[in-house]
């Protein structure tokens, strides 16, 4: 596990263009963390890392649920479980297709994630003592 600690936005997503660079292609990122702690602003990152010419596009998926970008190695999808509770809401978006290890999925709100999945890399936001401090936590896949 790494541990890094960023001070404003500008900082949460040049960890994630960083983190990208070393992620496998294809991956699947979980991200966890409460309310505003910079999930979509960290996916940022990461879809720049990945090759997402204007990281302007990535915006919170909460309402469409899945937005789908285009990335260096293939499609970048970016998954938002917030108003999702069960298993069958997961089946009804696609999700389990998304798993299949043959795409890069971001998805935030991983905690209501329902479905197994092998060899993802996770991260936990969370907010500091400052108000735009966050401590981001880095678990690599084995």
Do not use: C, N
């Amino acid at each position: 596990m790494e541990i890094f600690h960023s001070f404003s936005e500008d900082e949460t997503q040049t960890l994630g263009r960083k983190v990208a660079t070393a992620l496998p292609r294809p991956s699947i990122v979980l991200l966890y963390g409460d309310l505003g702690a910079g999930k979509t602003v960290l996916t940022r990152g990461l879809a720049e890392g990945l090759g997402l010419e204007d990281p302007s596009l990535v915006h919170s998926p909460t309402f469409s649920l899945v937005h789908e970008y285009p990335g260096r190695d293939g499609p970048i999808y970016h998954v938002d479980l917030y108003r999702l509770d069960t298993v069958q809401d997961l089946y009804s978006i696609g999700l389990d297709e998304l798993l299949d290890g043959h795409h890069t999925v971001i998805i935030e709100w991983a905690e209501k994630l329902k479905l197994p999945v092998d060899r993802a890399i996770r991260i936990t936001l969370t907010v500091g003592q400052a108000p735009e401090h966050r401590e981001i936590q880095v678990e690599w896949a084995e």
